[in-house]
């Protein structure tokens, strides 16, 4: 692959990428948040290997192949088997936030994150891949952290910190390409890890609270500093 | 290849808990490995002390003094914690759908998990050893399947996991800065070597996204909140891992960090270390006083703790250092202490709630004492460890110039002891309400492991302060300077 043919098609796939962050807080149905985060996950493969092919490091192939395993199969197999349908079907999900309202706010934090990252880029002049990747990466970092913070159930909120992982691997292919072991290891036991114990801890939600509504979930709030 | 024995110990053990045996087997079992750990540990670390570091795989797995410390206080508290457990499961199993061998299970897991972080010499390693620890204690803070404990598991996953996330992305960002300094050396001292040549706004991103990342672990404000929730829910056994080592080790990972980015002048990582750990003091002293539940109690007093440690750290030399790894060091021991104390009013009252116990010490002589003693010493009133610790980072920090911060410490301690002391004295000396169910005062023995892993466990909350034996003094000074620059 020719290095313009790379650079072109690894920018579609960040776009696509910072797309399907956005479609994540706004969409209405569990099922919808899932696909959302399966195609952000192919975005992030995918760019990996157009990395990988314009670098010839085998890091960021190896890194692809994991997170195409792990994340838009394994994931979401693990999440269907442990978590009742019935979750996925639920139509408009609770927002503390007007869905437009959210767009914006992530827009603005799209925006946070290209003016915190530019400078960095400027100082470590060198070894980065693609600028653009870091930029896109760190504004999936937030977006998780956003939808975290809004979304009231627990699905959403589980992928929520998947998207993040998802941004934080993004920006890591390009700044830290040959990372050892990290995220090839993190990708391939720990996440999968992470959703069969949160998995069975929504079933768990499920089965004795009745609902996987986290903005039940207010019987512990006591004191407060103010 | 001594060092891999350590956590393949409680990983065994985890093993024997996945085939179905009796309770009383498995918690056996639990404690042996743990004291095994436990005298292996302390044997490394007098070897440690006198040698130097021990490699069992080069730039993978080493120990040196501040690891080694970590190790035995890890193990130690452990095995306190298995002796605890096995009075305490075995008395509330009838509470919970989940059968002991699972939380025996998922207990040794999460010992391991902890276990590998000071082992490892590569961040990104300590990273998933970190990550790891969450994943392995969510089942046990949810362990007795009501409504709170859920809703508590679920908060401290959701915080936890989303700091550590927030981490891993500083974990790379530090790779980054490393290689913008053309180096190679991805581990503890390959960092500390090479700082002081890497871009310095790159070293303060990757350090501001793992302290507040980790922060959230650590139980720093303002993303302590899962951590008074977990604990008020959590089994006492798990609590006492929780607060005494979890929160440490993670905060280990912090304190690593440290001398790395003050190699580089232009980095604030001091000034944005005493900004949080004054913060989280502050906030936690006065949490302390307003709380209804004394599980939550301790776990307020252990944000606060965190918040001193750090703020300890920040202040620099090597006396600063010393006394933050001994506070580590007492910190660990008295806050187990205080939850089997308060594990033992639980299962003598079967209320968390500060205003139903009153007159305890009329009730069960043990438990009151335990709950008065505790309090007193994780309060830090003299003659206990934390009193001594506390005092020698307040003269390390007034040596050093650092008026305001030391003095915003000193004051946070004294509104603290003054918050905690009330409550207790409530508690534990309190008359009794005249409308109080005869039946809520239950007949009750404290179960023998409870009772001897109560009494053990006192002996390092006084001991420390009253005397330090010369080769604990001297594996501490090393691990300080592994600390200070």
Redesign the interface.
């Known amino acids: 692959m020719s290095s313009q043919t790379g650079a072109a098609l690894n920018v579609l796939l960040l776009g696509a990428f910072l797309f399907f962050a956005y479609r994540m807080i706004v969409a209405r149905q569990v099922r919808g948040v899932l696909t959302a985060f399966v195609a952000q996950s192919l975005c992030l493969a995918g760019s990996a290997f157009t990395l990988g092919a314009s670098t010839h490091l085998w890091e960021l192939f190896a890194l692809g192949a994991v997170t195409l395993v792990s994340k838009p199969i394994l994931i979401p197999i693990v999440l269907t088997r442990l978590v009742p349908g019935a979750v996925y079907e639920r139509r408009e999900l609770p927002h503390t936030m007007d869905p437009r309202l959210s767009l914006l706010a992530s827009a603005a934090l799209s925006g946070i994150a290209y003016l915190?990252i530019l400078?960095?880029i400027a100082?470590?002049?060198?070894?980065?891949l693609g600028g653009a990747n870091v930029v896109v990466?760190?504004s999936g970092?937030l977006l998780?952290?956003y939808q975290?913070t809004i979304r009231r159930e627990?699905i959403p909120?589980l992928l929520g910190?998947l998207a993040?992982?998802n941004?934080?691997f993004l920006?890591?292919i390009s700044?830290?390409p040959d990372?050892?072991?990290?995220a090839e290891?993190?990708i391939a036991f720990?996440i999968p890890?992470?959703a069969f114990?949160?998995g069975?801890?929504t079933r768990?939600?499920h089965e004795?609270?009745g609902t996987t509504e986290?903005a039940s979930?207010?019987?512990?709030r006591?004191?407060?500093?103010w | 290849m001594i060092l891999f024995l350590v956590p393949a110990l409680p990983l065994l053990a985890a093993i024997v808990a996945a085939f179905p045996r009796s309770d009383r087997y498995l918690a056996l079992v639990t404690f042996i490995a743990a004291l095994c750990a436990t005298t292996t540990s302390f044997a490394i670390a007098m070897g440690v002390a006198q040698r130097g570091t021990l490699t069992a795989l080069p730039h993978w797995v080493a120990l040196d003094a501040l690891s080694a410390v970590l190790l035995c206080v890890i193990t130690a508290v452990t095995t306190l914690a298995a002796l605890f457990s096995w009075g305490y499961i075995s008395s509330t199993a009838n509470a919970t759908v989940f059968p002991p061998r699972i939380y025996y299970a998922n207990f040794n897991l999460f010992v391991v998990s902890m276990l590998l972080i000071p082992l490892m010499l590569?961040p990104?390693?300590a990273?998933?050893a970190v990550?790891?620890t969450t994943?392995l204690s969510?089942?046990l803070v949810?362990f007795e399947?009501?409504?709170?404990a859920?809703?508590?598991?679920?908060?401290y996953?959701?915080i936890t996991?989303?700091g550590a996330?927030?981490a891993?992305?500083g974990?790379?960002?530090l790779?980054?800065?490393m290689?913008?300094a053309?180096a190679d050396d991805?581990t503890w001292s390959g960092l500390r070597a090479q700082a002081s040549a890497m871009?310095?706004?790159?070293l303060e991103?990757g350090f501001l996204l793992i302290l507040v990342g980790f922060g959230a672990k650590v139980g720093l404000v303002p993303l302590h909140t899962w951590l008074?929730?977990a604990h008020?829910?959590a089994p006492s056994p798990v609590c006492a891992l929780l607060s005494g080592i979890e929160t440490t080790v993670v905060l280990y990972v912090i304190l690593r960090l440290l001398p790395i980015v003050r190699a580089t002048p232009l980095v604030h990582a001091s000034l944005w270390a005493i900004i949080f750990g004054l913060i989280s003091t502050g906030?936690a002293a006065?949490?302390i006083m307003?709380?209804?539940?004394y599980k939550?109690l301790f776990a307020f007093s252990t944000v606060e703790h965190m918040g001193f440690i750090l703020t300890a750290a920040a202040i620099g030399g090597s006396l600063a250092a010393y006394g933050t790894i001994w506070q580590i060091v007492n910190h660990a021991f008295t806050k187990s202490f205080c939850f089997y104390a308060a594990g033992a009013v639980l299962l003598l009252t079967g209320s968390r709630e500060v205003s139903a116990v009153r007159g305890l010490i009329e009730r069960s002589r043990l438990s009151g004492t335990a709950l008065l003693v505790g309090a007193l010493a994780i309060a830090g009133a003299p003659p206990f460890a934390v009193f001594s610790s506390e005092l020698v980072v307040l003269r390390a920090g007034f040596a050093r110039g650092e008026y305001v911060t030391t003095g915003m410490l000193a004051l946070f301690i004294v509104i603290a002891f003054f918050g905690m002391l009330s409550q207790v004295n409530r508690m534990v000396f309190g008359t009794p309400s005249a409308t109080a169910s005869p039946s809520a005062v239950r007949a009750y023995a404290l179960p023998l492991p409870c009772t001897i892993s109560l009494v053990i466990a006192a002996i390092p909350v006084l001991a420390l302060g009253l005397i330090m034996p010369h080769p604990v003094h001297e594996l501490l000074a090393q691990a300080a300077l592994g600390l200070s620059r």
């Open positions: 915190v400078p960095l100082v470590a002049a060198g070894p980065t990466g760190f970092l998780g952290a975290v627990a909120q910190i993040m992982e941004g934080a920006a890591g700044i830290a990372f050892p072991l990290i290891l993190a720990d890890l992470l114990i949160v069975l801890l768990a939600l004795q609270i986290t979930l207010t019987s512990l006591e004191e407060s500093p | 590569e990104g390693l990273w998933i990550e790891l994943l969510i089942f949810a399947n009501t409504r709170g859920l809703e508590a598991a679920w908060k996953m959701t996991l989303l996330t927030m891993v992305l974990f790379l960002v790779f980054w800065a290689k913008a053309h991805f871009p310095a706004p790159l991103v008074p929730d008020s829910q906030v006065f949490l307003q709380t209804h539940d939550r």
